[in-house]
């Protein structure tokens, strides 16, 4: 038995997501017309790179995590 149910994202939730797919999509090199495939490829370089660039350092800024997150989880 699943605890979870779909439901339909709220206004407030849908204009966020757009505005941080507005925002992230030129950081990673994306517009809004790449195709679903390259955003995948981009995304992955981007963690796979961020990874490797951080593999033996500790970043305490939330708000960088965070934003890095948002980045990727909206593309």
């Known amino acids: 038995m699943s605890y979870y149910q779909e439901k339909p994202m709220s206004p407030e939730a849908q204009s ?18 790449s195709p679903p495939d390259e955003a995948i490829r981009t995304v992955g370089h981007s963690i796979d ?3 490797t660039e951080h593999q033996n350092s500790s ?4 708000e960088i995590i ?5 980045t990727l989880g909206t593309a």
């Open 66 to 70: 965070n934003e890095r997150s948002l």
């Open 49 to 51: 790179t961020w990874r």
């Open 16 to 33: 966020e997501l757009a505005d941080w797919t507005s925002y992230g999509y030129p950081i990673l090199g994306l517009s809004s017309d």
């Open 59 to 62: 970043i305490e800024d939330p």
